[in-house]
């Protein structure tokens, strides 16, 4: 999806990426990417977005940053899914 064009008007579309955690129901934290978040979270509580989330709705976004491009996404993605808990909980605590 990394350097999606829009075809019908000629003009290239940036797309920005997202990073989000979201908290499940069992108050487990939940890390994904998207370029479209309000789509993606209304995809997790669908029960349409990942089979752990599905299995533990409803979910709430808690945390989340923008990146340029899908591979600063993916980089970061991995980055925060490597932290412990602790260290989640004090990133989402920094952005408030």
């Not at 939940?30 to 479209?36: E, K, P, S, V």
Request: with cysteine; glycine share 8%; charged share 35%.
């Amino acid at each position: 999806m990394e350097g999606k064009r829009a075809a019908k008007s000629g003009r290239a579309r940036a797309y920005m990426w997202y990073v989000y955690m979201l908290k499940c129901s069992n108050g487990a934290l939940y890390t994904g990417m998207t370029n479209d978040i309000e789509k993606r979270i209304k995809k997790h509580n669908t029960g349409q977005g990942s089979a752990y989330t599905r299995s533990h709705l409803p979910v709430f976004l808690v945390y989340s940053e923008k990146r340029k491009t899908r591979s600063a996404a993916l980089k970061r993605e991995a980055e925060i899914k490597r932290y412990s808990r602790k260290g989640k909980m004090e990133l989402i605590s920094e952005k408030r």
